[in-house]
């Protein structure tokens, strides 16, 4: 599907997020995460993780031990949840619209990932969804010190890309990703409004 999303003047990059942005997953990652803290005998609620969907898995796991004043084994914790994540990669769907305008500008435009999510599950959902190929290249959590609302991510696919961050727009769904974004000096787009 072609999209109809016009690129502003002066843009000569586009850096997409992948959770809720490319691809949805929240109802899949609530269900991972349900399933990664069943064994500590503590649970996430759908609700509490919706609110926060977006944040990398270390950030959401120091959100809930603060909120909830408990501290389990997060590598635990994480490995289930990825696991399971993985096992449900089926249901994976890309979210077209702005799939579309990726490749709209796919070989127009240098085109990168930014997503604080982790480089297996990220990678896993691009190829499922066979969007692998419309990117120069994936920048992960595991390429930063620091996730989202910090500009790093966004820094290091502008840096990749040969691209100065004012030159940049990124397509984002959350709001500490449009914060980072705006961190970085980019323009930053909503998708919710695309």
């Excluded at 995460?33 to 898995?57: I, K, V």
């Excluded at 959902?125 to 966004?154: H, M, N, Q, S, Y």
């Amino acid at each position: 599907m072609a999209s109809t999303f016009d690129i502003p003047a002066g843009i000569e990059a586009l850096i997409f997020d992948c959770d809720g942005t490319l691809v949805d997953t929240l109802p899949i990652y609530a269900s991972a995460w349900a399933h990664g803290f069943q064994p500590s005998g503590h649970s996430m609620q759908r609700d509490w993780y919706l609110e926060r969907a977006g944040y990398s898995e270390h950030a959401l796991m120091d959100e809930f031990d603060a909120d909830h004043g408990v501290r389990v084994d997060r590598e635990q914790v994480i490995a289930l949840m990825r696991q399971r994540f993985l096992m449900d990669l089926a249901a994976v769907q890309e979210i077209t619209a702005v799939a579309g305008i990726a490749r709209t500008y796919q070989g127009n435009l240098p085109i990168a990932v930014a997503s604080g999510g982790s480089r297996q599950i990220v990678s896993a959902c691009l190829e499922a969804t066979g969007l692998t190929k419309l990117f120069a290249t994936v920048v992960t959590i595991e390429d930063v010190t620091r996730p989202k609302p910090a500009p790093d991510l966004f820094l290091e696919a502008a840096r990749r890309l040969g691209i100065e961050p004012t030159k940049c727009c990124v397509f984002e769904d959350s709001p500490q990703g449009l914060e980072a974004a705006r961190n970085a000096g980019m323009l930053a787009i909503d998708v919710r409004s695309v």
